[in-house]
T-cell receptor, first 109, second 118 residues
Framework: EDKVVQSPLSLVVHEGDTVTLNCSYE??????LLWYKQEKKAPTFLFML????IEKKSGRLSSILDKKELFSILNITATQTGDSAVYLC?????????FGKGTLLTVNP | DTGVSQDPRHKITKRGQNVTFRCDPI?????LYWYRQTLGQGPEFLTY????????KSRLLSDRFSAERPKGSFSTLEIQRTEQGDSAMYLC????????????????FGPGTRLTVL
């Protein structure tokens, strides 16, 4: 059975801190690793990673995939209160995404 | 392109009643997915359609659950004889089929239907 594990499950930081969120996966017929941000609504797409070692960046957020170690990280630099959310990691096979439980990030002013 | 829409956004029902939810995917997205999300958990896959064909169902989808996508556009998810354990957020997502040489695994989610069974 496919499995995705995220750590930590929750994290509290101060504005300006840098955070690293972790995601390990065991997905049959793995194709891609996706990161989503979920506030009190539906998940919104952040990144899709398919190749090892190639960093994807969007502003203060970046992510990288290690297909040998079956691992991905999401980095957020200079955190802001608006970054407070649940960050979901999903392992994609040829037809579905298997999600972890998410990391609840709280950024305090 | 107005994104994925779901209706209703909230549904409160009594145990034993039937409920039906609707999802309208992004136009031209031929794959449509249903997920269920409970508090403190990530979304769990329920089923997906490619056009009007239902190609995969999770074992989470009991006999009381049925999903349709009759014309390959919108989809409905019906839960019969609801139980308190069915209380959850039901999320719909859509994506395009990958073109040759490209990955388009990105799924775009709707706002969800929050079901409360009393």
């Amino acid at each position: 059975e496919d499995k995705v594990v995220q750590s930590p499950l929750s994290l509290v930081v101060h504005e300006g801190d840098t955070v690293t969120l972790n995601c390990s996966y065991e997905v049959t017929n793995f194709r891609s690793l996706l990161w989503y941000k979920q506030e009190k609504k539906a998940p919104t797409f952040l990144f899709m990673l398919t190749s090892s070692g190639i960093e994807k960046k969007s502003g203060r957020l970046s992510s990288i995939l290690d297909k040998k170690e079956l691992f991905s990280i999401l980095n957020i630099t200079a955190t802001q209160t608006g970054d407070s959310a649940v960050y979901l990691c999903g392992g994609g096979s040829n037809y579905k995404l298997t999600f972890g439980k998410g990391t609840l990030l709280t950024v305090n002013p | 392109d107005t994104g994925v829409s779901q209706d209703p956004r909230h549904k409160i029902t009594k145990r034993g009643q039937n409920v039906t939810f609707r999802c309208d995917p992004i136009s031209e997205h031929n794959r449509l997915y249903w997920y269920r999300q409970t508090l403190g958990q990530g979304p769990e896959f329920l089923t997906y359609f490619q056009n009007e064909a239902q190609l995969e169902k999770s074992r989470l989808l009991s006999d009381r659950f049925s999903a349709e996508r009759p014309k390959g556009s919108f989809s409905t998810l019906e839960i019969q004889r609801t139980e308190q354990g069915d209380s959850a957020m039901y999320l719909c997502a859509s994506r395009t089929l990958a073109g040759q040489g490209t990955f388009t695994d990105t799924q775009y989610f709707g706002p969800g239907t929050r079901l409360t069974v009393l």
